[in-house]
Structures are given as structure tokens and as C-alpha cells.
């Protein structure tokens, strides 16, 4: 069983940048593909980034694309998402998720954080 920790969430004005970390529990955590998801009040969860195993692919769903940032540190067991130019609508729960293959939707992963909440005021 994997376990992942978020933190880093919280307040940051319009234009501001926020640096978010999951912490897995397990070294087999490495290979896993590692993603991240958001959701708003009364919305579904939306993709928002994602990364291969290896660390060598990286996805971002199109709002986010030049203003956000997933890396990982294989030997720590971490990924990250930088946020920067944060906009009143990336304001959500921000989810990591873990599995062995990359994927766009929650479906696709098995293990999940308890979520950190992302506010950006206007």
C-alpha cells in the first residue's frame, strides 16, 4: 500500500506563486507514474499534471500549461507542482495520486493523498 502526503497549499493573491510536495511512504514509489488533480467546490475532479516513472514525460492539462511545473525526486520519493501567475480559478483541493502508468483521469490511479487546499484571491 502506497501512501502520499500532500502539503504546501494555502492563501496567495492573484499573480502569486504556490509550491505544493507529496511525500510517498514507500522507496517502490519511484517507479510509479505521479499525479496531480484539483477539485473546486461543485465540481468534478479535474487532471491538472502529471509524470512518467522515470520523470522523463511530463503532462499538464491546457489551463495550467507555462504557469505550472511537476518534477519529482526519485530518490526522496517526492513530486512536486510549482505554481506561478496563480489565477482566482486554480483556486481548489489539490490532489496527488499515484500508479505504474501514466494517466489523464482519476480512474487511472489507485493511491491518493488526503488533498491540501490552493485559494487564490483576485
Known amino acids: 500500500q502506497v501512501q502520499l502526503v500532500e502539503s504546501g497549499g494555502g492563501l496567495v493573491q492573484a499573480g502569486g506563486s504556490l509550491g505544493l510536495s507529496c511525500a510517498a511512504s514507500?522507496?517502490?514509489?519511484?517507479?510509479?507514474?505521479m499525479g496531480w488533480f484539483r477539485q473546486a467546490p461543485g465540481k468534478e475532479r479535474e487532471f491538472v499534471a502529471a509524470?512518467?516513472?522515470?520523470?522523463?514525460?511530463?503532462y499538464y492539462v491546457d489551463s495550467v500549461k507555462g504557469r505550472f511545473t511537476i518534477s519529482r525526486d526519485n530518490a526522496g520519493n517526492t513530486v512536486w507542482l510549482q505554481m506561478n501567475s496563480l489565477k482566482p480559478e486554480d483556486t481548489a483541493v489539490y490532489y496527488c495520486?499515484?500508479?505504474?502508468?501514466?494517466?489523464?483521469?482519476?480512474?487511472?490511479?489507485?493511491?491518493w493523498g488526503q488533498g491540501t487546499q490552493v485559494t487564490v484571491s483576485p
Open positions: 495520486a499515484a500508479d505504474l502508468t501514466v494517466g489523464r483521469t482519476a480512474e487511472e490511479y489507485r493511491y
Open positions: 514507500k522507496r517502490t514509489v519511484m517507479r510509479y507514474a
Open positions: 509524470i512518467s516513472g522515470s520523470g522523463g514525460s511530463t
